[in-house]
């Protein structure tokens, strides 16, 4: 096999593992309603639910993606997959008949949205510098897990009961790991770090390039996590849709980021990650001042969120291009730890704030507008701080 199918094929492994675990991970939101009803749950303990494996699963990037550095993503992705059947059949089978086991079982089913950082550190290995942007958008497009999770669990549970769909993704998980465990290899030549945990987490806390890409992936990837959330609920509030209607309406959001994002990837390997970073923030600060003044949502709403989609997942795969450039080798899984942490934490704020605006003014234009600030903040910082960082980084390649 040449080193460009061995490439791809560990690419493909990788990506179905991103797919699978995040499609697990993400479970517990679209039964949110369900739960809410059968358990009597208030809108926090609801939103409490939603929350918790989303916030395990973002924070807990930081140690696996330094682990990965450490023990390579063979050991790790099927690792990662066994753990998190366990809380799948917990929760599918047991777990589902009260708020404290739905959370303890919320809280284990984090490690599934682990997977992200175990995922970049092996595709940025296998690829050359000029086609890692392409690779990393690739793999990224993994997160259409969610989606997958979100058109289906509903009628899964109205066909087959509350069982089917934990336990389904638990067997898929369990092929996964065997699968992962026989065929996926860590690139040759690969550089395993010596230095303790604590000492490599440190060192990644200082790197520059962890705390620029760690802003601009709140904004882009956290952008995306926001609306994928909270935009049935924005639709139904602002235009009075019905919610089937905004769910499918949210899926093609989510469908379209999804798209776009190797898109970025590839874009970044061409014209470099931070023209395509600068593009895509602007794009979401023009399309955010549009919708704040709530326009008729055909064409122009839709148009202007649609646009956003786009922009959002282009600049998601353009954020793990900067990442591979200036990330040095043997760190880019503590790298993409912190950053992938961020990325998910990031889409949390926005519809906290987004609810707490609409409840006291009545409308969303404030919270349009802030947005709007925030993405035009970050591309200009993309194009002064994050661009001389780019511009060192490739004298000293130069001069050695």
């Known amino acids: 096999m040449t080193d ?3 490439a791809m094929t560990m690419l493909t492994i990788a990506t179905v593992g991103f797919v699978v675990n995040f499609w697990a991970w993400s479970l517990l939101s679209p039964l949110g309603p369900r739960f809410q009803d059968g358990l009597h749950l208030s809108s926090f303990e609801q939103a409490l639910l939603v929350a918790v494996p989303v916030v395990v699963g973002s924070l807990g990037r930081i140690p696996v993606g330094a682990l990965t550095d450490r023990y390579g993503g063979r050991v790790m992705f099927p690792l990662v997959s066994l753990v998190t059947i366990a809380p799948l059949l ?29 995922g970049v550190p092996v595709v940025n290995a296998w690829f050359p510098p000029e086609r890692r942007g392409l690779a990393l958008g690739l793999f990224g497009a993994g997160m259409g897990g969610t989606a997958i999770s979100a ?28 699968v992962a465990w026989l065929l996926l ?40 996590v926001a609306f994928s959330v909270y935009l049935p609920t924005y639709l139904k509030s ?20 999804v798209l776009m994002r190797p898109v970025g990837g590839w874009l970044s390997d061409r014209v470099g990650a931070v023209r395509v970073l600068a593009v895509t923030l602007a794009v ?117």
């Not at 777990?95 to 739905?102: C, D, E, K, N, P």
């Not at 089937?244 to 989510?254: C, E, L, P, S, T």
């Open 90 to 118: 917990f929760l599918g089978l047991a777990g589902h008949s009260s708020l404290a086991a739905l959370l303890v079982g919320g809280f284990f089913l984090g490690v599934g949205g682990t997977a992200f950082a175990v």
């Open 185 to 224: 290899r860590d690139a040759p030549g690969r550089t395993v770090p010596d230095q303790p945990f604590a000492r490599r987490l440190a060192a990644t806390s200082r790197m520059g390039v962890t705390w620029q890409a760690s802003a601009l992936y709140a904004v882009t990837f956290g952008g995306y």
């Open 238 to 257: 602002q235009y009075g849709l019905e919610q089937g209607d905004a769910a499918n309406r949210m899926a093609g959001f989510v469908l379209l980021a």
């Open 151 to 178: 058109l289906t669990t509903v009628k899964e549970v109205d066909a087959y009961g509350i069982e089917f769909p934990f336990v389904l993704t638990a067997i898929l998980l369990a092929i996964y790991a065997a």
């Open 284 to 400: 979401v600060t023009v399309a955010a001042v549009v919708q704040a003044f709530a326009p008729p949502l055909m064409p122009v709403g839709t148009i202007a969120f649609l646009v956003m989609a786009m922009a959002l997942g282009a600049g998601s795969g353009a954020t793990f291009a900067l990442v591979s450039r200036l990330a040095p080798e043997n760190k880019v899984g503590a790298v993409t730890g912190v950053v992938g942490a961020a990325g998910g934490l990031g889409g949390f704020v926005p519809p906290l704030v987004m609810g707490g605006i609409y409840g006291a003014f009545g409308n969303y234009a404030i919270g349009l507008l802030l947005l709007a600030a925030v993405a035009g903040a970050a591309a200009i910082f993309t194009v002064t701080s994050v661009q001389r960082a780019v511009a060192h980084r490739d004298t000293r390649q130069i001069q050695t």
């Open 4 to 6: 460009t199918r061995r």
